[in-house]
């Protein structure tokens, strides 16, 4: 049985996209609508292909490849900085591997369930 999307789920998409990576789930949960306390919770379960596999299909193959490269990107900008001969600019020390590895994965999670 296939579910539609609610209005918030399809702006919590729609953030993510539209911003092209440059926010995380969280941020696009706050935006969308769902409340700021449970934002990284429900950011996740939005993005959990078990429990709402309806807001993960609603990306496309293309849409999910170009986010995809963004978030690559991230990562390799983080990597390069810390191990690399690239210096951090303002604002850099702040970003964390961990959550950019995580959105590398989720978004390879998205284009294995299409």
Known sequence: MNKRLTVKQIKFVNELVREDGSITPTEAARRAGYSVDRARTTASELLNVQRNPEVVRYFDEL????????????????????????????GE??????????DVMW????????
């Open 107 to 114: 978004v390879l999670i998205c284009i294995a369930n299409q």
């Open 63 to 90: 849409t999910n490849t170009t986010i995809l490269m963004e978030e690559v990107g991230e990562l390799a900008r983080i990597v390069s900085r810390k191990y690399g001969e690239q210096s951090y600019k303002e």
């Open 93 to 102: 020390k702040d970003l964390d591997m961990a959550d950019e590895i995580a």
